[in-house]
């Protein structure tokens, strides 16, 4: 089954998403729309590479009411905002909490010295202290992510430290560069962009331009994660509104899985602690 127009959103007399009236939302007004998710492969991108060269390369022909979504490590990588790992010193206090830090099955997190080296030195070695003792004390508890809430956005988004980048960090986008690139890829592409950070156990939308979907509705398209992990090579990709019934044929050229709604309400961030 296609997945609907969120809750709460209808189409605009610009025939663009907006959210959706009183009336509008008990009368059904958002009946008869869906969506479909399209992954867009690339070759490996490289530092050097441009960002929107490389869009306007391997996105394919856009509909007005496209959103293209970009993986934010690419958007770090093609900006020059990735830092080689071999120019971080590890000290003793990153070496340590690494070394006991459990991250999830496939992923590596701050156990990498390196990336703990970064949040030491971003965060400050007081704040992290702080964290590692409030994970100390709540996880014979239970209660796992302790560490990240204390430690802020910085430790939880920083990534890298793994193939096919093991030799670089990719340090998350401030809230101004991402609404800053968001415009300028809209102004080039004539439809809405949004930078995400996704992965199999959750994600967040870093920022949206004017014409795309909003946050929360895409949060709710993407929870499948349709762009998948790091080694399927597919940083770009495409949510596309279909019709519903008979006018659906007009986009059979559209051979792409439909993905499962999430209930309403999603949270603008829907990764779990980890």
Known sequence: MHQRLPT???RGSSGRSRPATADESRGGAAQGHAFVTLAVPTRWLQPHDDLGVE????????ADDDTVIVSEKVVVLLAGLAMPISALKVGPTARVLA?????????RGLSVPEKMQYVVQTVGRGRVFVAAVAAALTRPLGRRGAFYRVAGTIARDVDGG??????????????????????????RLGVGVAIVDLNDFGGSIRATSSWSLPDHALLQILSTNPLGQRMTSTPFGIVREVLV???QERDSSWRTEPQNARPSGA??????SA
Not at 162 to 184: D, I, K, N
Not at 267 to 272: E, Q, V
């Open 55 to 62: 869009l306007d390369e391997h996105l394919p022909p856009l």
């Open 245 to 247: 019934g008979p006018a």
């Open 8 to 10: 709460g959103f209808v």
């Open 99 to 107: 070394h006991f830090v459990r991250p999830r099955e496939g992923s």
């Open 267 to 272: 949270r603008t961030a829907m990764r779990p």
């Open 162 to 187: 793994r193939p096919p980048y093991e030799h670089l960090l990719f340090p998350p986008l401030s809230a101004v560069a991402a609404q800053r690139t968001c415009a300028s890829l809209q102004r």
